[in-house]
């Protein structure tokens, strides 16, 4: 099946840091998601991308879906303690509903105060 | 909180047990999910319904029992699991394709442990 390289597995980082991850595939996506996950509990919905090239935030968040259509990146600016957590990428192929989603394995973002 | 409630939120059972994970949405959504969650894997999807009937398993071994009596709850009825069955359990909704982006909107999951 399709699969989603998501990088870096892990980031250790200090507060206030500027933090990037990002997610390549070798199937073209129409839709690109990023997702948190705070320990115990269910992934939440951050950014949503429709179009190639297409350039979004929410807050410190911004997320870009790139122009080849296999690729996006998340970017946070100026971390804080409350950033922790695990960030999935997913995507959705094209004339896929929901249940198209592949996601990536995450990024642990763990930051030293 | 995102609307979709999962209970119980941990869960230990020996291998000769029967339980039941039990999901409901009040966001009008007419799409729910089953996702397994194991460490460093991706999610899984396990199971699909569209307006309560099942349109997806992906190879889930018969020992994971899934029932959708409507549109807003779903159960996940387990008996004679395996260790390695031991993961969180996250249920999911969407609405109807064509509106919202079909995005999913995750519970907080079941922990389950299987000893």
């Known amino acids: 099946g399709q699969q989603l390289n998501q990088s870096p597995q892990s980031m250790f980082i200090q507060e206030g840091e500027d933090v990037s991850m990002n997610c390549t595939s070798s199937s073209i996506f129409n839709t690109w998601l990023w997702y948190k996950q705070d320990p115990g509990e269910g992934p939440v919905l951050l950014i949503a991308?429709?179009?190639?090239?297409e350039l979004t935030s929410n807050g410190r968040l911004t997320a870009q879906f790139g122009i080849t259509r296999k690729d996006s990146f998340l970017n946070i600016s100026a971390s804080i303690p409350s950033d922790v957590g695990i960030y999935f990428c997913a995507g959705q192929r094209v004339g896929g509903g929901a249940d198209g989603l592949t996601f990536g394995k995450g990024t642990h973002l763990i930051i030293q105060p | 909180e995102t609307g979709v409630t999962q209970t119980p939120r941990h869960l230990v059972m020996g291998m000769t047990n029967k339980k039941s994970l039990k999901c409901e949405q009040h966001l009008g959504h007419n799409a729910m999910y089953w996702y397994k969650q194991s460490a460093k894997k991706p999610l899984e999807l396990m199971f699909v319904?569209?307006?309560?009937?099942?349109?997806e398993n992906n190879s889930v071994p018969s020992r994971f029992s899934p029932e959708c009596p409507n549109s807003s709850h779903l159960f996940l009825h387990l008996h004679t699991l395996q260790p390695e069955d031991s993961a969180l359990y996250l249920c999911?909704?969407?609405?109807?394709?064509?509106?919202?982006?079909?995005?999913?909107?995750f519970g907080s999951g079941t922990q389950l442990s299987v000893l």
């Open positions: 319904y569209n307006f309560k009937e099942q349109t």
């Open positions: 999911a909704s969407s609405p109807p394709k064509g509106t919202l982006g079909e995005k999913l909107f």
């Open positions: 991308l429709y179009k190639a090239g």
